[in-house]
């Protein structure tokens, strides 16, 4: 399987993980012969999908239509923010470290400077 990174933070996704992807591709419709481009997959981890769910809508149709997708899986099930959680904990250990040994730690394929 190909490496998957977040759009929005650029964190890795580990195959299998978990993660919010939207698949797009392009048809014509009415048009022949029917043109189809490939479908290409955008993925965001749990807390990027979970923060652009609960925020404001985006501008632009193309990105409205996709964050009403993810705002709708969002809320469809809890399990997605219960993973937006279990990796902020992750977070909140690491803040919790004695400031020396905080400097610059890797944490779910990110990096967090204090």
């Excluded at 299998?16 to 939207?22: E, R």
């Excluded at 404001?56 to 996709?66: C, D, K, Q, R, V």
């Excluded at 899986?73 to 690491?94: C, H, I, T």
């Amino acid at each position: 399987m190909e490496t998957q990174y977040c759009l929005r933070c650029n964190r890795e996704l580990e195959p299998g993980g978990k993660s919010v992807a939207v698949y797009m591709f392009a048809q014509t419709v009415g048009v022949r012969p029917r043109q189809k481009s490939s479908a290409k997959r955008i993925s965001f981890c749990p807390q990027c999908a979970v923060s652009l769910a609960m925020g404001p809508p985006p501008e632009g149709a193309l990105n409205l239509a996709a964050w009403g997708m993810i705002r709708e899986v969002a809320s469809a099930d809890p399990a997605l923010n219960e993973a937006a959680w279990e990796e902020l904990s992750g977070v909140e250990r690491l803040v919790a470290l004695d400031p020396s040994e905080r400097s610059l730690r890797r944490v779910a394929g990110g990096y967090i400077e204090f």
